[in-house]
């Protein structure tokens, strides 16, 4: 028997040192010391493969769990420590000069998103609890900096994991969405289990449903890839059949409404039509619906029907205001919102603050049989009404600002890009994207990773695409 090198003393050392912690943690009841040679191990790739290591982050995001959920505190694992990990790591390269791509970082986006950013810390510092303010900023930054910042480096630095990444949380979305529905099978597809059988993963099946609807336009566009072979194109279409499933089985009206509003989107550009002239009929739209506001409302009022099994009842109550609760308790929350911005019209009342300070301002003419007074029943449910309450005016400009830069790029890309398959999967992000801020009239999940890790993942791949049109734009010119 040969000898023990160095290397297999050390090996062997550190396996009695693990096993004497471990029994030490087994004795304290500390279970979590177990999880260090896992928590060993990516570190060790955010130190020297970022790309690996974003791509783990990537696929836990559609498998993580809310502590809050089975006990604990409010911590998405194991996303948010590695999202932290992701903020220290960006600090340490800024301090070595190890700097992301400057073409990135100097995107008109990026810098609406850093002034998004400053003007939530600005507040957070006026803010009604600060505390609470603090935490919704720095999750915000790391969601920021580990999908938008990270993400798009690696992007643009290697193109070849722009796919990759959509296919990493897709898949595992396509996991949870038949853990969902092997659980649903068990209740008879019944519309309140629908509610919340695909908990611990998603909270509830309306965050369950956005995500959804963002990840089905980039997936229907991968499906046509010319870059796969058959048997790639069959497995992917097997994984959007997969998400359509889930999708009518969440029972989520607003994700149904976003998807359909996008498929309108996309017809209209197809045929031609230019962003300018699709905004002037937005604006006439709305001021003419302002124009019959009370008639359109007295129609609403005659909508009895509330959600229900049946798919089709269930479609035909997402306008009922009369009688639905949950339609009734949005107005309720929306409310508000509103009266919360009258208060405090230009700061707001602190990022992430609203579920604790609404309550008092419901009207008793607004409430329902499902609001509460505890701040345990969520937020505004809205993107723009939220900001609008906690961040003042600019809070809600900000984050409709970011909804013009989407389309801005969007109709750009459909334009500019010259390579079909390119074209698709840009188009496919955009519309996924565009779901989402469709969605956000009616719901806001930008808390949680779940929504997060699209939201600022497909925004950094429209900044990346841009950058390389304009690129192409300039060497074009310059050759002439």
């Not at 919360?340 to 707001?348: A, I, M, N, T, Y």
């Not at 505004?380 to 984050?399: C, D, N, R, T, V």
């Not at 970011?402 to 390119?422: A, I, M, P, Q, T």
Request: proline share 4%; glycine share 8%.
């Amino acid at each position: 028997m040969s000898a023990w090198t160095k290397s297999d003393r050390g090996v062997v050392a550190s396996s009695l040192l693990f096993a004497a912690v471990l029994a030490a943690a087994w004795w304290v009841d500390a279970w979590y010391v177990a999880l260090l040679p896992a928590a060993l191990a990516v570190l060790a790739l955010a130190i020297f493969r970022l790309d690996a290591y974003l791509a783990v982050l990537v696929a836990a995001v559609p498998l993580s769990m809310n502590l809050e959920d089975i006990g604990g505190g409010g911590l998405y694992l194991p996303t948010e420590p590695m999202l932290a990990g992701a903020l220290i790591l960006l600090l340490a390269r800024v301090l070595s000069g190890q700097t992301p791509s400057p073409l990135l970082l100097r995107h008109p986006v990026s810098r609406w998103i850093a002034a998004s950013l400053a003007w939530i810390a600005f507040t957070t510092l006026l803010s009604w609890d600060p505390l609470i303010s603090f935490k919704f900023l720095v999750a915000r930054t790391w969601f920021v900096v580990g999908f938008f910042v990270f993400g798009g480096h690696l992007f643009l630095t290697q193109p070849a994991t722009r796919h990759r990444a959509l296919l990493l949380y897709a898949f595992p979305l396509a996991v949870v969405v038949i853990y969902t529905l092997i659980r649903h099978a068990g209740y008879g597809f019944d519309k309140d289990a629908g509610h919340w059988v695909m908990s611990p993963f998603f909270k509830d099946h309306t965050s369950y449903g956005a995500v959804l609807a963002m990840f089905i336009p980039p997936v229907l566009a991968l499906v046509t890839a010319r870059r796969f072979e058959l048997v790639w194109r069959v497995t992917i279409a097997g994984l959007l059949g997969v998400l359509l499933v889930g999708m009518v089985l969440s029972y989520t009206r607003a994700a149904w409404v976003s998807l359909a509003a996008v498929a309108v989107l996309y017809g209209l550009m197809q045929v031609g039509f230019r962003l300018k002239t699709l905004l002037l009929l937005g604006v006439g739209g709305l001021a003419g619906g302002l124009l019959i506001l009370d008639a359109v409302l007295i129609q609403l009022e005659r909508n009895d029907q509330d959600s229900s099994d049946d798919l089709a009842e269930h479609v035909e109550s997402i306008s009922n205001v009369s009688s639905d609760a949950s339609n009734l308790e949005r107005l309720n929350r929306w409310s508000c919102a509103l009266a919360l911005f009258e208060e405090e019209p230009l700061v707001g009342w602190g990022p992430g603050t609203y579920q604790f300070v609404y309550a008092p301002f419901q009207r008793s003419e607004h409430r329902t049989i499902i609001s509460t007074n505890n701040a345990d029943g969520g937020n505004a449910h809205s993107e723009y009404l939220g900001p609008l309450a906690e961040q003042g005016i600019p809070g809600a400009l900000f984050m409709v600002g970011l909804f013009g830069w989407v389309l801005h790029l969007g109709f750009r890309l459909h334009r500019k890009l010259r390579n079909s398959d390119e074209r698709r999967l840009a188009m496919g992000v955009f519309l996924g994207l565009v779901t989402y801020f469709v969605h956000g009239v009616l719901n806001n999940y930008l808390d949680t990773d779940k929504a997060s890790a699209p939201f600022w993942g497909f925004l950094a791949l429209l900044v990346v695409w841009d950058l390389e049109v304009s690129r192409r734009t300039a060497e074009s010119a310059e050759s002439r």
